[in-house]
């Protein structure tokens, strides 16, 4: 039973790295003009990629 607490306790956290990783692309601004170098509105787009993503992973 515990093992699964920490298995489904991971995957939240998981999905939230992943949230906030997304959304760091976009709000700094070193990471985002990088990103932005190979497509303008690049940053953006792979943040709600990667939300989508953490969205639909199961828990």
């Known amino acids: 039973m515990s093992s699964t607490i920490w298995i ?3 995957r939240r956290a ?3 790295w992943i949230r906030g990783m997304g959304q760091y692309f976009v709000d700094d601004p070193q990471s985002r ?3 932005d170098k190979t497509a ?3 940053a953006a ?7 989508f993503y953490a969205d639909a992973r199961p828990s």
Do not use: E
């Not at 787009?45 to 939300?51: E, F, G, L």
């Open 14 to 16: 998981a999905s939230a």
């Open 33 to 35: 003009a990088n990103v």
């Open 45 to 51: 787009y792979q943040r709600d990629a990667m939300v």
């Open 40 to 42: 303008d509105g690049l």
């Open 8 to 10: 489904f306790g991971r």
